[in-house]
């Protein structure tokens, strides 16, 4: 994860909306990955860009812009649950695109 | 509909001991698979990953193995484990190709004391 920066830590409030920056650094880039990790769980697929722009899906968007090397995550209408960890990815090049986490950021939602 | 099991949840080892945690896929062929780790507070680190039987990649010098004895099986080893060790394992599976997410299992929660 040595490639890929995002903030530690940062709390919303409950309803508002929240951006998650990533910024990373590969050569041969193949995707853009978003996932959420509740704490002690595994991690789960919210989101992922190839492409430049931005990819909708419900209360989640993603956007990428490759030649900034950036992404980022928004979510909308935050709840209690979306409290957890969120874990930028991009996919190694070298035959096998091995998934390149993070150190993830965590996200407090206040009532 | 494809499945990953990972087993055991929790472990408590001590010291010296062996170790052998399993993960295994179903409803899929031929997938990549990796084992990662993650510290207390920390991201994931990549271990192993696989993309064929036999065939094993190691990312970081350490005393843990691993083995792919079959398409659908991953398992991570240790003859002797340190207080390092400690941690959360997961096991993940994608399938080949530029742009498929990882699917990953419940993680175990290893302790060694």
């Known amino acids: 994860g040595q490639n890929i920066d995002q903030p530690t830590e940062m709390t919303a409030t409950e309803g508002a909306i929240v951006q998650i920056n990533c910024t990373y650094q590969?050569?041969?880039?193949?995707?853009l990955f978003w996932y959420q990790q509740h704490a002690g769980e595994a991690p789960t697929f919210l989101s992922y860009n190839v492409l430049d722009g931005l990819e909708e899906k419900g209360r989640f968007s993603s956007f990428l812009s490759r030649s900034k090397g950036y992404s980022y995550l928004l979510l909308k209408e935050l709840q209690m649950k979306d409290s957890a960890s969120y874990l930028c990815?991009?996919?190694?090049?070298?035959?096998?695109?091995?998934?390149?986490f993070g150190r993830g950021t965590s996200l407090i939602v206040h009532p | 509909s494809q499945t990953i099991h990972q087993w055991p949840a929790t472990l408590v080892q001590p010291v010296g001991s062996p170790l052998s945690l399993e993960c295994t896929v179903e409803?899929?062929?031929?997938?990549?698979l990796y084992w990662y780790r993650q510290a207390a507070g920390r991201g994931l680190q990549l271990l192993f990953y696989?993309?064929?039987?036999?065939?094993i990649s190691s990312e970081v010098p350490q005393n843990l193995s691993a083995s792919r004895p079959q398409d659908r099986q991953f398992i991570l080893s240790s003859k002797k484990l340190l207080l390092s060790d400690s941690g959360f394992y997961l096991c993940?599976?994608?399938?080949?190709?530029?742009?498929?997410?990882?699917?990953f299992g419940q993680g175990t929660r290893l302790t060694v004391v």
């Open positions: 993940a599976w994608r399938d080949r190709g530029l742009n498929t997410e990882a699917f």
């Open positions: 409803g899929t062929s031929n997938p990549n």
């Open positions: 990815v991009y996919y190694a090049s070298g035959g096998s695109y091995i998934p390149t």
């Open positions: 590969t050569s041969g880039f193949n995707g």
């Open positions: 696989s993309v064929g039987i036999g065939q």
